[in-house]
C-alpha cells in the first residue's frame, strides 16, 4: 500500500503519494515517469523509470515557496550499486540529503568569501606556525611548511574546497605518502595536516557540513601505533659523558670557541635538558649557593604549564665551570652564548676571511651539528651517536637511582607516561635492585636448617 503525505506547493497543497522505490524489484511494477518519496517535509527523492534503467532524483523547496531539482545518478536496476554512478536507494536517499544541504549552504553563501580550498587553509596554517616560532626566542625554526607543502600541497587533495571534502580524499592522501617514510615522520605529517583542517576559525566552520569533523577524523585516521622506541639502549655510561665533557673541552680550545661549547655540552649533560630550553637559560637561573640551575620549561605540549621552570640540581663541578659566564653579568643576560661572525670581503686573488662579528644566544641545535662530530670522534665514540644521548643518559641515570618515576619526568619535562614507554628496561632494573634490598636469607647456609621465623 502506497503511503499517502501532505505537502505544501506555495500556498496550495498537494498531495504526495509515495511510491515503492526501495527495491529493484519493487520499482519494476512502475509505470514509465517520475516517483516520488520523501526524505523530510521539503525534500522529496525521486525515481525516473526508463525503459531499460531508472534515474534518482531529489527535489527541496526554496525559501519562496518553489521546488528545485536536480539528478543523483543512476539506480541500481540493472548494475550492482558502487555508491558513486550506481546508487541504491538508501545511497540515493542519503545523497539527496547531503545534497540539498550542500546547495542550501551555497545560497546562504551568497556573496560571502568564498569556501577555502585544503591548499588555503594549510598555507594558513604553515604561516601561523612560523610566525609563532618567529615570536618565541630561541625556538627551534618550524619546518612544517616544508613539509606539508611537499606531502599535502603537492597532491590533487590540495585543489578541494573543504565543504567537499570527503573521507575517501583524504584516505586516498593518506595511502599515496611513501612507503619510504617512517611511521613516525608519517604520524607527524598527518598530525600537522589535521591540526590544519581543524584549526578553522568559527565563521568558516559554521558554513561547512555538520559532517566535516568526523569527515577530518575519518580520513586521517591513522593505522596501528608505532612501537614503542627503548631510547634507554641510547644512554651512555658515566665514564662515556665524561669523556665527552673532555673532548668538548678539547675541541672548544682548538677551534677557538672560548668556553662556548664546552659549556654548551657540560649543561646539556648535568641537566638532562632539550638545547631549546637549555639555550633560553639566564644568567639568574644559575644559584650557586644551592647548587642548582633553574631551566625553562619547554614549550612542547597543550595547554599552559604551570610552572616556567625546573629546578635541577648540578655538581659543585658544573657550578664553578659557570662562574666565569656569570660574573659581573645581569641577571637577564642569556647565560649560554656564542660568537657570530662575518665574511670581510677579500683583497684581490685573495680568499675571502670570516671573523668574529658579535656575540649572542645559540638558535639552532644545528649549531652544534659541525662541533658535535668532532667531539664524538675526539671521544672515541661511535659516529651516531647524537647529543639527545646526554638527555637518555640523564633520564637512566635517574632511574637507576631509584628516583621516582613521576619525578623523574618533572625533573626532564615531560610525562609519567613517556618514561614508561621508552625507558622500560631501565625502570625494571631499578625496581629488581629496591626488591633485591628486600630479600633476607631464609635458610642457615652452614647448618642447611630452616631459619625459624618470629610470629
Known sequence: MTDIRRIWFGSMSKTLREAPLTTPNARKGLREGVHWRGVSAEVHLGYRKGKRVGRWLVRWRLPDGRYKQDGLGAADDGLAADGVETLNFEQAKSKAARYVEQERQKQQDAGKAPIPTVREVVEAYAAGRKARAMKQEGARPDDAKGRLSQHVLSHPVAAKRLDVLTDEDLADWREGLGAELAVSTVRRIVNDFRAALNGLPARTLKRLPATYPMTVKLGLKVGEAEPAAARDGAALPDADIRRIIDAAKA?????????????????????????SQVSRMLVGDVQPV?????????????????STHIATRVGADVIESLRPSIAGRRSADPLLERWRHRQEKAKPGARPEWVRDSRGPWKSPTEITRPWAAIIEKAGLPVDTVPYALRHSSIVRCLRAALPVRLVAQLHDTSDKMIERHYAS??????????????????????????SLRG
Do not use: H, Y
Request: glycine share 8%; proline share 3%.
Open 290 to 306: 644551592q647548587s642548582r640551575l633553574m631551566v625553562p620549561t619547554s614549550r612542547k605540549g597543550r595547554g599552559q604549564k604551570r
Open 426 to 451: 631501565a625502570i625494571v632494573n631499578a625496581l629488581d635492585d629496591l626488591t633485591a634490598a628486600a630479600v633476607v636469607p631464609l635458610v642457615d647456609a652452614e647448618r642447611g636448617t630452616v631459619v
Open 251 to 275: 675541541v672548544d680550545k682548538a677551534e677557538e670557541w672560548n668556553g662556548d661549547l664546552f659549556l654548551m655540552v657540560l649543561v646539556l649533560a648535568a641537566t638532562g635538558a632539550r638545547f
